[in-house]
C-alpha cells in the first residue's frame, strides 16, 4: 500500500525562526491534508491541499503531487506552534486515510 | 454547529469489561471514521463508514464493532477490553471523499 514519510521526525526551534517540515507519499494521491496535534491532543487541520500552494497567515503548504511530496513551511515560529505536525494522504477510493507519522515541533521562548 | 462531538473524554476499565465509545456530528457528513493513536505509531485506522447503514474495516479491527444506524451517530464498541486497546480514539467526519476530514477531541481509554 501507499506509504508516506514525514521528516524531519523531530525538530526544535528558537521562536521567531522559520522552518519546513516535509511529507513525501510513494504513489499517486488524490488529496492530502496537513494538521496540528497541540500539546493537548487535539487534532487541527491545517490545510486541504491535493496539489499547488496555500496559505494561512504565517503558515503556508505547497503540495507537488507529479513528484510525490508536500511541503508546510513555518514562519516566524511561536511557542503556539509546538506540537506534532502530521500528513495524510487519501487512497483507496477515497476511503481511507493514510497518515505520516509525524514531526514533533518544539518552540523554544 | 459543534463539529464531531465524542463521549466520554476519558475512561479506564478493567481487562473484560464491554463499553462503547460515542461519536456524534452535526454536518450531515456521510463518511465517518474511528482511529486509534498510539505512541510513535502515528494514527491506525479501526473501522469507517461511508453512509447509514454501512461500515467496513480498516486496519486494526479486531476487538472493535461498529454500527451506523443514524448519519450523525458512529458509535465504537468494546466486547472484551484488553491492555492492548488503551489508547487515545479518535473519530472523524467529511461529506464525501473529496473533502477534508475533521477530527472530534479525542476519548483517552485506560485498560487495566
Known amino acids: 500500500g501507499i506509504q508516506v514519510e514525514q521528516s524531519p521526525p523531530d525538530l526544535i526551534l528558537q521562536e521567531g525562526a522559520n522552518s519546513t517540515l516535509r511529507c513525501n507519499f510513494s504513489?499517486?494521491?488524490?488529496?492530502l491534508q496537513w494538521f496540528h496535534q497541540n500539546p493537548w491532543g487535539q487534532l487541527i487541520n491545517l490545510f486541504y491541499?491535493?496539489?499547488?500552494?496555500k496559505q494561512n497567515g504565517r503558515l503556508s503548504a505547497t503540495t507537488v503531487a507529479t513528484e510525490r511530496y508536500s511541503l508546510l513551511y513555518i514562519s516566524s515560529s511561536q511557542t503556539t506552534d509546538s506540537g506534532v505536525y502530521f500528513c495524510?494522504?487519501?487512497?483507496?477510493?477515497?476511503?481511507?486515510?493514510?497518515w505520516g507519522l509525524g514531526t514533533s515541533l518544539a518552540v523554544n521562548p | 454547529n459543534a463539529g464531531v462531538t465524542q463521549t466520554p473524554k476519558f475512561q479506564v476499565l478493567k481487562t473484560g469489561q464491554s463499553m462503547t465509545l460515542q461519536c456524534a456530528q452535526d454536518m450531515n457528513h456521510e463518511y465517518m471514521s474511528w482511529y486509534r493513536q498510539d505512541p510513535g505509531m502515528g494514527l491506525r485506522l479501526i473501522h469507517y463508514?461511508?453512509?447509514?447503514?454501512?461500515?467496513d474495516q480498516g486496519e486494526v479491527p479486531n476487538g472493535y464493532n461498529v454500527s451506523r444506524s443514524t448519519t450523525e451517530d458512529f458509535p465504537l464498541r468494546l466486547l472484551s477490553a484488553a491492555p492492548s486497546q488503551t489508547s487515545v480514539y479518535f473519530c472523524?467526519?467529511?461529506?464525501?471523499?473529496?473533502?477534508?476530514?475533521?477530527f472530534g477531541d479525542g476519548t483517552r481509554l485506560s485498560i487495566l
Open positions: 504513489d499517486s494521491v488524490n488529496n
Open positions: 495524510a494522504v487519501f487512497a483507496g477510493n477515497n476511503r481511507k486515510l493514510i
Open positions: 472523524a467526519s467529511r461529506t464525501d471523499g473529496n473533502q477534508p476530514q475533521h
Open positions: 463508514s461511508v453512509g447509514a447503514g454501512i461500515t
Open positions: 491541499i491535493p496539489s499547488g500552494t
